[in-house]
């Protein structure tokens, strides 16, 4: 069956490390986004990427970077881990190649990361 | 197999309608029962729900857990256009802190 899957599922790290959470889905989508959540705010919008090669910034994009080599995987970086970062992160995959259609997204099981 | 179902999966109502979405779940250690509302690309937060037949309310929607049943509606009255979206229901356990999501009704609001 396909999927989409996260990990690692949970991390600690330390202020000012480097940090990359991986994304891998295999319903062979062309939309992938990252979103974080946290309490009071729901989801909110880092990055998104219509396609191989396109990214584009969200929400709030600051202190994150993607890239997108191939159809499967999205990876979100964190240049340099700040306390703020702590959250839970999701991925989520959607088929449309249309921007803006309003549509199903499929979610990843969420990584918990914790910045000391 | 832990998971959310939602239902409808799509749902057309006239202005003014009252309408009632379904997340139905099976998650080992259940923790939280979160509803969204989805427009375009990213989701909005509507309610937590964590405790039985507590009613949380928010203007025109409103919505309750029965952890018995191991359900929750979404209740939506005096529906507007504004209301068209697709809504997400998900579920938190505490093992392993995992969240499992529904495929969202997709609700549209005619004039």
């Known amino acids: 069956d396909a999927e989409i899957t996260q990990s690692p599922r949970h991390k600690i790290t330390e202020t000012g490390r480097q940090v990359t959470l991986a994304c891998h889905q295999t319903w062979n989508h062309n939309n992938m986004f990252w979103y974080r959540q946290d309490l009071g705010h729901g989801l909110r919008l880092i990055h998104y990427s219509y396609g191989v090669h396109d990214t584009n910034k969200g929400e709030v994009s600051d202190g994150y970077s993607v890239s997108r080599s191939n159809t499967e995987d999205l990876p979100l970086t964190l240049e340099s881990a700040a306390s703020s970062q702590t959250s839970v992160y999701f991925c989520?995959?959607?088929?449309?190649?249309?921007?803006?259609?309003?549509?199903?997204?499929?979610f990843g099981p969420g990584t918990r990361l914790l910045v000391l | 197999e832990d998971k959310v179902v939602q239902s409808p999966l799509s749902l057309v109502v006239h202005e003014g309608d009252t309408v009632t979405l379904n997340c139905s779940y099976e998650?080992?250690?259940?923790?939280?029962l979160l509803w969204y509302k989805q427009e375009k690309k990213a989701p909005t937060f509507l309610f937590m729900l964590?405790?039985?037949?507590i009613e949380k309310k928010s203007g025109r929607l409103s919505s309750i857990l029965d952890k018995k049943e191991l359900f929750s509606i979404l209740n939506i009255t005096a529906t507007q256009t504004g209301d068209s979206a697709i809504y997400l229901c998900?579920?938190?356990?505490?093992?392993?802190?995992?969240?499992?999501f529904g495929t969202g009704t997709s609700l549209t609001v005619i004039p």
């Open positions: 998650v080992t250690n259940f923790r939280s």
């Open positions: 998900a579920v938190e356990a505490w093992t392993g802190n995992q969240f499992y």
């Open positions: 964590t405790s039985s037949g």
């Open positions: 989520a995959s959607s088929e449309s190649p249309w921007a803006g259609i309003q549509e199903t997204q499929y």
